[in-house]
């Protein structure tokens, strides 16, 4: 069994995959102020929950974009089980050509979705990250990894219209029953979140006139859910995109691939 730690600004997303499947999958809250021990119980506690045991747990890989917790889950990690975590930074393999003027500088979590993608879907392709950041990543018909965009998160977005406005409450992120609103809460639900479909449906199209071609679209991310349904584009929806790209990453810096144990 291989443990996936994926760390974001918002959210953390471990996972334990064996032979290729997703047995599960967690958030917990990215916390500064917690300690390594801290996580290590929220992580022990998580396999356990599904139950398995952390004393099973083959490997460890993890993905950051929040560099001061990569040293926290060296420690934490080593606390509940028996390996060392393999961590996704410059110099790993991951078998990934990346097309930026400085390839050094892409976010991890770009790097393991693109290694996830081309993988597992036809290409070129659109990969939509919708977290504290929404990230578009386009990867090429030759599978390289040519570019993206970076726009606010849909949180993010929401958030700053909340806090610089006296008079427009806080809300949920469930689809209202009508694109016009007929009150404020359902009004800021609809611009929220078809604005935001709308804006993805447009990159799209935009990024398929500038490739001259039809592309595969998938997406992931703690907020894809709310926003996929609303596209009219075709979007494939795969939470556990990091996680299995994770794994990929992990077993092509091992002699032999990965396996759980018999």
Not at 43 to 50: C, D, L, M, R, S
Not at 68 to 95: C, D, F, Q, Y
Not at 172 to 191: E, F, Q, R, W, Y
């Amino acid at each position: 069994m291989i443990l996936a730690i994926d760390i974001g600004n918002t959210n953390i997303v471990a996972g334990v995959i064996q032979d290729g499947q997703v047995l599960f999958s967690e958030r917990i809250s990215t916390d500064l102020s917690r300690t390594s021990l801290e996580y290590a119980i929220s992580f022990k506690n998580a396999i356990e929950f599904h139950g398995l045991s952390p004393e099973d747990v083959d490997g460890c890989i993890v993905a950051s974009v929040v560099p001061p917790l990569i040293s926290l889950m060296e420690e934490a990690i080593p606390k509940i089980t028996n390996v060392k975590p393999m961590i996704v930074r410059p110099g790993i393999k991951t078998g990934l050509k990346i097309l930026m003027d400085n390839p050094a500088q892409v976010g991890a979590d770009l790097i393991v979705a693109a290694v996830a993608g081309i993988a597992q879907y036809p290409c070129p392709q659109i990969l939509i990250d919708m977290g504290t950041a929404t990230t578009i990543t386009v990867i090429d018909k030759d599978k390289n990894y040519s570019g993206g965009m970076i726009l606010p998160g849909l949180r993010v977005s929401l958030d700053s219209l909340t806090s610089r406005t006296s008079q427009l409450p806080r809300i949920g992120l469930d689809a209202p029953k009508h694109l016009i609103g007929k009150n404020t809460v359902d009004c800021m639900k609809s611009g929220v979140l078809y604005g935001t479909a709308s804006s993805m449906d447009g990159m799209i199209e935009r990024i398929q006139a500038e490739l001259g071609e039809k592309v595969t679209t998938i997406a992931t991310g703690g907020l894809a859910g709310s926003i996929v349904p609303l596209c009219r584009h075709k979007i494939i929806l795969d939470n556990d995109l990091i996680l299995k790209g994770l794994v990929l990453i992990y077993e092509r810096n091992q002699d032999q691939p990965a396996r759980s144990r018999q």
